[in-house]
Structures are given as structure tokens and as C-alpha cells.
């Protein structure tokens, strides 16, 4: 339940905070007066559309902000969304002139999907636009599984839909291999072939660029190794190094602290040793061999045609290699891998069948007692002698994919009917669908029939209902009957009306004025709960004539109404 709303600087609204109590309210004032602005604040908090247009001309940001009683069914959202919930939700939104949006739970900063998931456990706005849905067929279906409690085997029955059609897409995917298959094949054998001929060895490369430069350099290299050799060998380079050391240790040993300094000659002796050894194994690797040159420039060729051919490098053309083996495998494997998949296609598309089957059998039978009810209400709300249907049939599809009584039915995600209300507003006329034939009065009734039906079945806690126009087309007894029927709905939720129907408006239990004034040069909604002769003036205005006494009287017998 709404127990508080504060608005700033939305529209002509400088500063509204209105207080709302538990049961029916109605909103009233003249047009213009920032009645849709607050509607507007509560869709923002729904997470509606947020636009800059909004924002109150000169002002860095409009505010929107709720306390709503917490509702238990939204405790693992919360949870989820790191919200502690409390008794209390605070639901805060913000639009900047720049048209960025902000929105918080609880001073919890949250995205406006969040607040989407959220509106549905605090309230539900109907309106003009709600009303026009009734003129797609495609929610009358769904509004009939709501009242009969069936979301939970509409669920199912997407779900099992969903398996069928996963199914389906791979089975589609392997029927497109196996079409193309002969092709591919000759292509993957072709590239292993090419691969494998060349008989690639890990590192292959670097030791044969490594052999080619000493073939292709080995005069000047011998000539350097030589020349490296001799200064090294002999009595110069490592055997000098050894008696410069033992001279040096001998010198420490007298106490001159040359101690590092021998280390350092045992070290350089080392290392000249190790280069020694190194030169001797590069020197047997040296040769002047034309014939192997030409060898290994060819078997290079060869390994970077592949390389660059196969990926860039010799790792990348072997791990190429792997993965045509593992695709000519799967290649190999395509029938019986379809011969799997259209035994799970035909499990998974009977699974699907019984349980849409026994949702279009519920259906029927729902939508016989829905229409009872919603006409019981109709009738209320003056049309005493409507008639309503829900006609449904099997999506019928002569290539669709299940066959029940011997006509091919095409599966859908919430099952195997499309269906429509058919509705005959006056006696003697034959039931036609109601897209057609309903005026914008009726839809408006019929609307409201639908929502009332749905809230009275519903099992579930109360939530806050804002009617905005649902009063449109309707005037006289109706319209005090349209008060009652919100009045009642008032006693299980809180409902909120935008109205000028004084009827509708009598009959609440909270009535609130909204009007604009003029302040510092510019406009601003002001918006007031009135009472007693402050509401008996109201009611004088919105009945049209002049404020008599014999206008007055008529408010207070309205208010008087049982």
C-alpha cells in the first residue's frame, strides 16, 4: 500500500507531498491541473519511461519519491537486489534536464529494470493505454489464465516448448552439416593430408633458421670461433685466468684482503671454461655443405607456406590440425547424431503436447466461469444484457508440427490456442469480436469488469490500484455504479482514481484536489485532501452547474449515498 507520495519538479509541479490512506481516493480538479503528472510519478516509479521533457522548465532535475508498506512477496527480490526491506520501502527516482536517470530502494542505489521487476508487488496502473491492449487478441488469452490461476501451467508448458525448440535448432544445424558434409569433408581431408605430409615437429623451425644461418655464414663464422678460440686457449685466457686466481689466493692468504678479488678470478676462470667448452661444440656444427643449405631453405619454405597458410605459425597450424580431426569426427557422426536427436525432438514434443493439451482443456472451462463473471460486473455498469466469450481454437498450421484429431497444430511458447472475446452489447445482436465492434466507453467498461474480476480471484496481497480515465464514456446511474464497484474494490485494495464523475468521487474515502495556481510568475500544481464543505464544493464544481443551494444539496446526498 501507498502510504506516501512526494513530487518535485515534475511538469508545472514545483513541490506536491500527498499522504494517502488505505481504501479508495479519488483525484479530482479541472484539466490541466497536474492530475496526469501525478500518474505520470507513480509510472516513473513502475520504472516508466523517463524523459528531459519532464523536468520543470529551469530546474537541474525532477524527484520522485514513495513509501510503500513492504510487501512479504518481494522479500527475495529485495534480498537479491541487497535491499533491506524493513516495514517500510522508500522507491526514489530521479531524471536530470540532461535526461539521465537514478533510482533507489531504500537509499539503495538500483537499476530502473529492478524497479520493473518490483512495480508488479506494489501496484498496477490501468489506463487508457491498458485499455487499448484489450484491441490485441493476443492478451485475451492470458488475461483468462491469470483469473484461473493457470500461470503456473502456462509456465510449464514454455518451458517444455523452450526444450522442444532447443532440440529442434540442433537438429536443424546437424540436417544443414550432413547437406554440406561431402564438401567439407573433402576439404578437411585435403588440409590434414597437407599437414600431416609435411610431418611438422614442435620447434622444427627455430633450429632449422638457427642451422641455415651457420650453413649460410660458415666461413666467417669458422674464421671468428678460431680467433675466439686462440685467445681462450693456449698460454693465454683460461690459463692465465687459473695462476692470476692461485696468485691472488696466496696474496689473501698473507691478510692483504684480496678475498673478492680471488672469488672474482675463480669466477671469470669458470665462465671462460664454460665459452671454451661452447666454441668447441659450435665449431663441430660448422661446415660449408651447399647440398644441405638447399635443404634446409626448402623445408622452411615448406613450413612457412604452412605456417602462414594455417594460422600465422607452426603451433597454430598443428592446432588447426586438431581441430579438423575433431570436426571430421563430428562430420562422421552427423546421421547418428540425428537419429538421436529426432528421437529427443519426438520425446520432447510429446512432453510438450500433454501438458499444452491439458492447459487448453483448462482454458475452456476457465473462460466459461471468467466471462460469467465479467458480465455479472458489466451488467453493474449498464449493460445489463451483454454477452461475452472467449472463442478459442487450435492454431491450426498445415505445417505445423503436432497433429491432434487429424489437424496439424502449430506449438507456441504459451500452447496450442489462439483465441479472441467475442462480446454482443445489446440484446438481439450477434456476438462479434470485441476489437471490432467496441466503443471507447465500453472498453472502458469492459476493462474495469476484466481488472475487478482479476483482483477478486487473485490470491495474493493487496496492492495499490491507480484507474486513470476509466470513468470515460460513462455518466448517470452507471457512473454511480462504476463508484461502487471502485468503492468495493477499495475494501481488499488501495485504489486510486483520476475522475470527474462527482458520483465516482463521492463514494470515496479520501477525496484529493488537484489545481493549479499561479505563484512567483509561474504555474504550480498544488494538491489538497478536502473534507466536509470543501468537498461538498468540489462535488458542485465537477456536477457543472452554478454553486446553489439546491447544487450543494444534490453533493451532499451524493456523499450520503449508501
Known amino acids: 500500500m501507498l502510504r506516501e507520495l512526494e513530487v518535485r519538479d515534475l511538469g508545472i509541479i514545483e513541490a506536491v507531498r500527498l499522504e494517502l490512506p488505505a481504501g479508495f481516493a479519488a483525484l479530482t480538479g479541472e484539466t490541466g491541473a497536474g492530475k496526469s503528472l501525478l500518474v505520470q510519478s507513480l509510472q516513473l516509479l513502475a520504472g516508466g519511461r523517463a524523459d528531459a521533457e519532464q523536468v520543470r522548465g529551469g530546474c537541474e532535475r525532477l524527484l520522485v519519491e514513495a513509501t510503500f508498506e513492504t510487501p512479504a512477496a518481494a522479500d527475495q527480490l529485495l534480498a537479491e537486489l541487497g535491499v533491506d526491506g524493513g516495514e517500510t520501502l522508500a522507491v526514489r527516482r530521479e531524471v536530470t534536464a540532461g535526461g539521465r536517470s537514478r533510482a533507489w530502494l531504500n537509499d539503495v542505489p538500483v537499476t530502473v529494470g529492478a524497479l520493473q521487476r518490483l512495480a508488479p508487488h506494489l501496484l498496477a496502473i490501468h489506463g487508457q493505454h491498458e485499455q487499448r491492449g484489450l484491441t490485441d487478441p493476443a492478451t485475451h488469452i492470458a488475461l483468462v489464465d491469470a483469473a484461473a490461476g493457470l500461470d503456473g501451467q502456462r509456465g510449464e508448458v514454455g518451458a517444455r516448448f523452450a526444450a522442444w525448440q532447443e532440440v529442434c535448432e540442433q537438429l536443424a544445424a546437424q540436417r544443414r552439416s550432413l547437406a554440406t558434409r561431402r564438401d567439407r569433408l573433402d576439404v578437411i581431408a585435403y588440409q590434414v593430408r597437407e599437414i600431416e605430409e609435411a610431418r611438422i615437429e614442435a620447434g622444427e623451425d627455430d633450429r632449422l633458421r638457427e642451422e641455415r644461418t651457420l650453413l649460410r655464414h660458415s666461413e666467417r663464422i669458422g674464421e671468428l670461433l678460431r680467433a675466439a678460440q686462440e685467445a681462450l686457449g693456449g698460454q693465454g685466457g683460461t690459463v692465465s685466468l687459473a695462476r692470476a686466481a692461485k696468485a691472488v689466493h696466496e696474496l689473501a692468504a ?4 684480496l678475498a673478492e678479488c680471488a672469488e672474482a678470478l675463480d669466477q671469470a676462470r669458470v665462465l671462460a671454461e664454460d665459452a671454451e667448452r661452447e666454441l668447441d661444440g659450435l665449431t663441430d656444427r660448422v661446415r660449408v655443405d651447399p647440398q644441405r643449405l638447399e635443404a ?45 536427436l529426432e528421437a529427443a525432438e519426438q ?12 492447459l487448453s482443456r483448462r482454458r475452456q472451462r476457465a473462460a466459461e466461469s471468467f466471462a460469467r463473471e465479467v458480465v455479472a460486473v458489466l451488467s453493474r455498469l449498464g449493460m445489463p444484457k451483454v454477452r461475452l466469450e472467449l472463442r478459442l481454437a487450435q492454431r491450426v498450421d498445415d505445417g505445423g508440427a503436432l497433429e491432434l484429431d487429424g489437424v496439424r497444430v502449430r506449438p507456441a511458447a504459451d500452447g496450442i490456442d489462439v483465441g479472441e472475446f467475442w462480446i454482443s452489447p445489446n440484446p438481439g445482436e450477434d456476438l462479434r469480436p470485441l476489437v471490432r465492434i467496441a466503443s471507447g466507453g465500453e ?21 495499490t490500484l491507480l484507474f486513470d480515465e476509466v470513468d470515460s464514456g460513462i455518466g448517470g446511474r452507471v457512473a454511480d455504479e462504476l463508484g461502487v464497484l471502485l468503492a468495493a474494490l477499495g475494501s481488499r485494495d488501495q485504489v486510486l482514481v483520476v475522475t470527474h464523475l462527482p458520483q465516482v468521487a463521492a463514494r470515496a474515502g479520501t477525496h484529493v484536489v488537484v489545481s493549479k495556481q499561479a505563484a512567483k510568475g509561474r504555474t504550480v500544481t498544488r494538491v489538497a485532501a478536502v473534507a466536509d464543505e470543501a468537498r461538498v464544493e468540489e462535488l458542485v464544481r465537477m456536477l457543472g452547474g452554478p454553486g446553489t443551494p439546491a447544487a450543494r444539496q444534490h453533493a451532499r446526498e451524493l456523499l450520503r449515498s449508501p
Open 254 to 257: 698473507l691478510g692483504l684482503g
Open 296 to 340: 634446409v631453405e626448402a623445408r622452411l619454405a615448406v613450413l612457412e607456406r604452412l605456417a602462414r597458410k594455417y594460422g600465422g605459425s607452426l603451433p597454430a597450424a598443428l592446432e588447426h590440425h586438431a581441430a579438423l580431426l575433431e570436426e571430421r569426427a563430428q562430420l562422421e557422426g552427423v546421421e547418428t547424431d540425428i537419429a538421436r
Open 347 to 358: 520425446e520432447r514434443l510429446a512432453a510438450y503436447r500433454e501438458v499444452a493439451v491439458e
Open 443 to 463: 472498453l472502458s467498461r469492459i476493462h474495469l469488469a476484466l481488472r475487478t474480476v482479476l483482483r477478486e480471484r487473485a490470491q495474493r496481497e493487496p496492492l
